[in-house]
Each structure stands twice: as C-alpha cells, then as structure tokens.
C-alpha cells in the first residue's frame, strides 16, 4: 500500500510527458470511469508500417490513472498497432509497479481500456479488452 | 476530549465495537463515513444474534411458539419505528429494502397509477440517484414533465425559482431533506405546506435526515417518506416507506407473491390490509428486529442530543478545514447543515486523498456520492467527503487535518 504512491507515479501524474492532443491522427478514442469520475481521450499517429510514432493523452482523474496513461504511451511509441492490441492488464501492472485493489485497478486499467479500444476502432470501450 | 452535556461520548464510543478496531498494525480506525452507512452498537449486534439464537421463524400464519415470537419482534419492530418518527398508525409504516426501494414503490404504484402524461414531477438538483432515476423511468414511459429545483453556490435550493415551478401545478414534489453531499438541510416543512397549496403530494427522501435530526411526521406533514436502517445504526437489507392511510390505501400493490394477498384465485387475487400489501415475501426478520433495536438505541440517546452534537463536530471540522490552504469546502454554513463536509483539494484527486488518508486510518469516501447532476451542477467530477455521526470526536477531525496536511506532503501541493 504504501508503494502505492511511488515517486514515478507522482512525478508522471504532475508531470506528464504525453500530455496533449494529436490533430490530425490516425486513432482517437475517449472513454471514462463514472465510479470516480476518470475521463481520458487517447490520440495516436502511425506511420505507414503501423507503427505508433506520436501518443497523446488529454483529461482528467486521479493520480493513478493519469500516470498509468502517461507510461503506456510512453511504452507503445515505436510499437505495431497489432503490438497495443495484444498489451493486457499485466503490462501496465509492471509499468506501473504496483499493486492494486479491485477499485483502483478500474482507475488505471482505464487507459489501457481507451488503447485499446481505439486501436481495435471498436464503437464502444469494453472491459474485456482489459481483463486476462 | 470532548464534551457534550446531554451525550457521553466516551459511552457512546464503547457502545461500537468498530471502533476499537486497527485498519492497520498500530493505526486505529477513524471513521468517517457513516454517511454512506453508520456503524453498528452492540444493542444492535446482540439484537440480531439472540433473535437468530432463540428466536428464528418466519412470521405470520405460523402458530407455533417461535413463529408467533418472531412475529410479535416483527411487528414490535414495526411500533417502534412508528413511534420513532411520530407516526400514529404502524399500518401506515412499509418495511423495504433500503430507502431506494421506498421510493421505487411510491414511483411505481403511486406514479404509475396516478400520473397521466404531461403531468409534472418537481425535484432537486441535489438528488441523490435514488430520488432521480425512478422518477426519470417512470416520465421516459409516461411522457412525464420533470422540473428541477435549483441549487445556488451556497448549496441552498432556490425556494424563490421553486415558487415559480409551483404555478406549473405539479402533481409531485419530491426532495431529499438532507442532501448526502452538501450536508444541506432543506427547509422540508416549507417545501411541503407550498407544494400542498398547489395541490402536490410530496416525498421526502429522509436517507440522510432521519438518522441526524429529531423528525416528527405529524409536523412535517409528508405524504411519503423514505428511508434505511443502516444509515441510523441498523443493519443494511431493511428500510421504511411511510405513507398517508389515504394515500397507501388507493395505491395498487407493488410486488406479488406471499404475504401481500388476502385471497388467490388461479386467475385473480385480492389484496391483503395495509402495512402487508405492499410486503410481499419473507421480509428481513432478523433486520427489522435490529432495526427496532436501533431506533431504541438513538432514543435512548434523544434525538436532540445528537443533532446538536453532531452540530457541533461539523462546525468544527468546517472550521478546521477551512484553515487548510487548498482545501475547498462546498456546501451551505454550519447552521444550514447536517454531519457533512464535502471538499476538493487543489492538484490532487479526491480518489488520491481517500486512499491516502486510509493509510492513516481514516475512512472518508471518494467519487460523486450518488450525485452526478450536483457535481455537474457544481463542475465537478468528484469530491472527497467527510462524514460526522454520534459516536465521531473532534479529535479524530484534527487527524483528518493532520492527514490532509500529508496528503498535500505528498503530491507537493
């Protein structure tokens, strides 16, 4: 519990690196957590291979989850868009290093969930798209 | 340590085993959530164990010795209750789930049966979900007219705009009478005596009010009130609809089955006297025992008592967290409220500052509270809440403060 709050967690959630918008860009998705109130639009663009060469995050939420979109943006640039589709919930558990209950792993599963679901340009986020 | 001339807290505090409890090695809990459901006396605890001990049996139609025991607990519960909010009759008092299904009843046999499209339904911008919903089914089917009174920047309803929604000649008023959020205790007497000059039933959601403040139906003049056991000390699983005779009487069952039928045929059934009508099913035995237990307990205690206590505890904690830089508070002045304080802090979710705060031992919650159109109201995702009941101390508010002051540590805020 009390690695919860790990310095790169609190350095990523009042500094983030990929903070912004992509316009243009090739995949956008935007879903939220109504437990909490957690909202997140992802953007990315591709390059002719479909490799991701810009990420971008925009919203707004807690600590948890506004990092966890940071470091897995970070992780995807440079990576196949079939790559982001086979990421699941364990990757961004490592990214993340911690442990999470049931209610916080919702906060920062949630980028992972907007990823995903952009890539597969699926209408609708779902949690399957996060669970193992 | 504090000190109330009518409330022993040390007494108090040892009548809730909880409270001794360690979250964590060495870090006691503080609890300040009872908003979201109270903690529970031994009173209470011990109530349920020796009904479940000597007692059990389902009630009604029963004839032998424990059935008739646990029918008399049943409907001892039902009395006490009724007393308990100074209701005359207990056929008028309906055992529920939990205050949502009270409402739900009301919607679904009075609105259902009564309401016509185009007929108007006023509530609150501060409704809880579960003065919200039911509402918003019920018009999507019936084609009926919703109007809302507003909330102003101090968390007070506009009783002026409310005037105004009168002249629509609603057939309903419905309004919590404290909102779980603000802490705002509405001017319930007021809402009620206008809306029945414009010719409106009225429903009180009383989820928050009747666990906090001394409430006498008869001077309130409700038509229907709502609300649970476990936000006043009782178990969770049991809640209370009360309704005018007249009113209850006229009304269509809710839910069929056992219990609420006087006769059944194979193809037509008649339905049973009121409070049984609208009880279909084995109720919550063993919760109504505990919740009779409960109302005795904060009897014992006077409502009074507490309501001016906890008077005390949110004046001072709005105080306290006032001091702190960053910290903002919403909701109307101490007078105008009950146990509750609802806060944003700057930079830091109020998701980030629960679970900070739980390292420490202290339960506050987190998120938007049931509330979604309020906060939106206020442009707010969520706000982090405090919560103040009997058995609460100041001193456990000033480790909330020192806790916040970490919170703040932390996230460099």
């Known amino acids: 519990m009390d690695d919860l709050y790990r310095e790169v967690i609190i350095e990523r959630y009042k500094n983030p690196i990929y903070r912004g918008e992509l316009n243009p860009n090739d995949i956008t998705f935007e879903d939220e957590n109504p437990l909490c109130g957690d909202q997140i639009r992802i953007d990315v663009r591709v390059d002719p291979d479909n490799r991701v060469t810009e990420a971008a995050f925009n919203g707004h939420g807690c600590a948890i989850s506004q990092a966890s979109a940071d470091l897995l943006l970070e992780s995807i640039v440079g990576k196949t868009i079939d790559e982001v589709k086979s990421l699941t919930k364990q990757d961004v558990l490592d990214l993340l290093g911690i442990d999470l209950g049931p209610v916080r792993l919702k906060c920062a599963l949630l980028p992972l969930k907007v990823l995903k679901a952009g890539a597969y340009g699926m209408s609708q986020a779902s949690d399957d798209l996060v669970e193992e | 340590m504090d000190s109330h001339p009518a409330l022993d807290i040390g007494a108090v505090r040892a009548d809730f085993p909880i409270l001794d409890r360690e979250v964590r090695p060495g870090i006691r809990l503080v609890y300040l959530d009872s908003t979201a459901t109270s903690q529970k006396p031994v009173q209470v605890i011990q109530a349920m ?39 005359k009759s207990a056929r008028t008092v309906i055992f529920t789930r939990n205050t949502t299904e009270s409402i739900n009843l009301v919607v679904q046999s ?7 499209e185009g007929d108007l339904v006023i509530l609150t911008e501060m409704e809880h979900h579960s003065n919200l919903v039911p509402w918003q089914m019920l018009a999507q089917e019936k084609n009926l007219r919703l109007e809302f009174i507003h909330v102003g920047e101090d968390g007070l309803l506009d009783l002026e705009q409310y005037q105004g929604l009168l002249d629509l000649r609603p057939r309903m008023v419905a309004f919590t009478q404290m909102s779980n959020v603000l802490g705002t205790v509405n001017p319930a007497k007021e809402i009620i005596s206008l809306a029945h ?3 409106a039933v009225t429903l009180v959601d009383g989820a928050q009010s009747i666990p906090h403040l001394s409430v006498d139906i008869q001077d309130l003049d409700a038509d229907f009130l709502a609300f649970s056991a476990h936000k006043m000390c009782g178990p969770t699983g049991i809640g209370v609809l009360y309704g005018k005779e007249s009113l209850l009487e006229a009304m269509p069952p809710f839910l069929g089955g056992g219990e609420m039928i006087k006769k059944v045929h194979l193809r037509t059934f008649t339905t049973n006297e009121l409070p049984h009508k609208f009880e279909a099913g084995t109720p919550a035995i063993a919760e109504a025992v505990g919740f009779g237990a409960a109302v005795d307990y904060l009897s014992s205690l006077g409502m009074t008592n507490i309501a001016a206590y906890e008077h005390e505890l949110v004046g001072y904690a709005m105080e306290r967290l006032e001091e702190i830089p960053g910290v903002w508070l919403f909701g109307p002045p101490a007078e105008q409220r009950g146990g509750v ?6 930079q830091v979710h109020p998701h980030d500052v629960a679970q900070v705060l739980d390292r420490y031992g202290i339960a506050i919650r987190a998120g938007h509270h049931c509330a979604m159109p309020l906060h939106e109201r206020f442009n707010l995702p969520a706000t982090s809440r405090a919560s103040y009941y009997l058995y609460n101390q100041k001193q456990e508010i000033d480790q909330l403060v020192e806790a916040i002051y970490r919170v703040k540590d932390l996230f460099g805020a």
């Open chain 2, 341 to 346: 304080t609802a806060f944003t802090m700057e």
């Open chain 2, 110 to 116: 009075w609105g259902r049966h009564f309401l016509r």
């Open chain 2, 197 to 199: 000059l414009a010719g």
């Open chain 2, 49 to 87: 164990d020796e009904y479940y001990r000597k007692t059990n049996a389902n009630i009604h139609r029963g004839l032998h010795t424990l059935a008739e025991e646990a029918t008399t607990a049943y409907e001892g519960a039902r009395q006490k209750i009724a007393r308990f909010i100074g209701v």
